[in-house]
């Protein structure tokens, strides 16, 4: 097929393409869409969760700082008229109040930092007891009466990978320890540390789940749609080899169309003369002398050989059309056998006829289908100049209301090359002939509606194959 013949295909199956780019494209910004929407969602579980936690750090706080108020520090002024933490005394008793307070609460760690100087007086870690300079920027707003929280993660952000450490979240929140819940001196700065990490994991799961749903999702969509796209596009492909073999036999159609026509034209014009040439021969045949009789007689023979050669023509170029009637398959065959017989004997070729088991019965045009069936044998009498075995077979094929008639010769056979153009006008393979036959076999078999097939290997012989349907359609 040339470039021309090709582009259609090509054009047709743009809009595909496009539909298979828009259904990828569609898929990926859906995943996209998934996971931005997944991390905002995740974004703001975390921003809540922070704003919760913050005020539930405040509150909790606050009622530290009373409980510290009401239960350690009036106490102990009462008993001791002044506050010493480095005191063992009073540091387990604010130590035990600390405690009650914050026994059953996700509470990691409560400090004290001094009023006057940096240092922690007192926490719920003893390691931290009496470090200086521990309090940052925020212990000094907290000193300066205002309270406040920070968020701190501790570890890298491949530790949440499957065997690394685990990262831990946290929340600081530093509030001023005054004598007085609402105002008052500040004594100090207290921090509460709450563990997030639970929270944050549970999150951190939670967003990871809505990502393997969502890949899951798209991957099994990707899987559907690829499916479909496939099948689309055997479904294309299909579609397309059968508009190009379409394409090609309408144009063999159209060229042999015109063939036709030109060979039709040829042969009515040489026709005439040559009857008359014969005629004119035969004449003088007669009434020559014996010495020169017998050229007149090679003048009739070859003008009656020609003769043939432009009936093939013309019946290549104006096939007839067939008179369909009901008949027997199977005697049609033993009379193109009959036929056969002596060149059979004459090759020395040995014949298998394969009587059907009953009747087989078609509507065909006998004339025609004999002139297609024995063209058939003799090329395969021809095809084993050494003789051989030529085998004949016609049977019923009731489940596809058809019928069939195979004829296989052990001759020559034929390479791919030739069996690809054995049925097209004028190609032979023989010295001598026009190379019509086999393309008259297949116009004789096309115009019952048949089909017409060979199956061929080099040195192993041919098989021709003609199947026609028993009841042929009107019209």
């Known amino acids: 097929m040339n470039e021309e013949q090709r582009q259609p295909t090509a054009k ?43 005020a539930y750090a405040l509150v909790l706080a606050e009622n530290l700082n009373h409980q510290i108020l009401s239960n350690f520090v009036l106490p102990t002024l009462v008993q001791y008229r002044a506050i010493r933490l480095s005191e063992e005394r009073q540091y387990r008793a604010l130590d035990r109040v600390v405690r009650n307070t914050i026994h059953g609460m996700n509470v990691e760690r409560v400090t004290i930092y001094d009023s006057e100087e940096n240092i922690i007086s007192y926490s719920t870690d003893p390691a931290l007891r ?19 929280s920070v968020f701190v993660t501790e570890g890298a952000w491949w530790a949440i990978l499957p065997g690394g450490e685990a990262r831990r979240y946290r929340l600081r929140t530093y509030v001023p320890l005054r004598i007085n819940a ?33 890949l899951v999702i798209m991957g099994i969509l990707f899987l559907v749609l690829r499916l479909i796209v496939v099948r689309a596009e055997r479904i294309m492909a299909g579609r397309a080899a059968e508009r190009r073999r379409l394409e090609e036999k309408l144009n063999q159609a159209e060229r042999l169309a015109g063939l036709g026509k030109m060979v039709a034209s040829v042969s009515h014009e040489i026709k005439n003369p040559l009857g008359i040439v014969k005629a004119t021969a035969e004449i003088l045949q007669r009434k020559s002398a014996p010495e020169t009789a017998h ?87 021809q095809a084993m100049p050494e003789g051989g075995v030529l085998e004949v077979s016609v049977a019923a094929r009731p489940e596809e209301d058809k019928v069939a008639c195979v004829v296989t010769d052990s001759g020559e056979g034929m390479d791919e090359e030739t069996r690809a153009q054995i049925f097209q006008p004028f190609f032979t393979t023989k010295h001598r002939g026009t190379g019509l036959g086999l393309a008259i076999v297949k116009n004789i078999v096309d115009s019952h509606h048949g089909e017409v097939a060979v199956a061929s290997n080099a040195g192993r012989g041919t098989v021709f194959r003609i199947v026609l349907p028993v009841t042929q359609e009107e019209g």
């Open 12 to 54: 047709a199956d743009e809009p595909f393409q496009l539909v298979k780019f828009f259904s990828f494209a569609s898929l990926l910004v859906l995943l996209l869409t998934t996971v931005v929407l997944t991390w905002v969602i995740s974004n703001y579980a975390r921003g809540l969760l922070m704003e919760r936690s913050k």
């Open 130 to 148: 009496g470090r200086r300079d521990a309090g940052g920027g925020e212990y000094e707003q907290a000193l300066a009466g205002k309270s406040n």
């Open 182 to 214: 609402r105002a008052g001196q500040v004594m100090g700065v207290l921090e509460v540390v709450l563990d997030l990490s639970g929270d944050f994991e549970a999150i951190i799961r939670f967003q990871g789940a809505i990502l393997g749903a969502s």
């Open 295 to 381: 050229l007149a007689a090679i003048i009739v023979e070859e003008a009656g050989r020609l003769d043939g050669i432009v009936r093939e023509f013309l019946d290549f170029a104006r096939p007839p059309k067939p008179r369909f009637t009901r008949l027997r398959l199977d005697e049609l065959c033993e009379r193109v056998l009959a036929f056969a017989g002596p060149e059979l004997e004459k090759r020395k070729v040995e014949l298998r006829f394969h009587r059907p088991a009953g009747e087989v019965w078609c509507e065909a045009d006998g004339d025609l289908l004999y002139r297609a069936l024995l063209n058939i044998v003799i090329n395969g009498i």
